[in-house]
């Protein structure tokens, strides 16, 4: 049987993972997200460059 302390702790430490692993994910999904666009816009550029220039 934990005590407490060693209780409190461990559900702390389930805490903290879930929060870095939501975190984590969020990043990630961000870093995917720009790399999309990124690689949209490159191709966007490479078949109609006329784009940018009339661009706001």
């Known amino acids: ?3 407490k302390r ?3 702790l461990l ?3 389930y805490i903290i ?3 870095l692993t939501a975190l984590i994910s969020i990043e990630l ?3 995917h997200y720009q790399f999309n666009q990124n690689y949209e816009q490159k ?5 109609f460059p006329f784009i940018n220039c009339c661009r706001l």
């Open 6 to 8: 060693e209780n409190t």
């Open 29 to 31: 999904s961000n870093l």
């Open 1 to 3: 049987m934990l005590s």
């Open 11 to 13: 559900i702390g430490n």
């Open 43 to 47: 191709q966007l550029n490479k078949y």
């Open 17 to 19: 993972a879930i929060v």
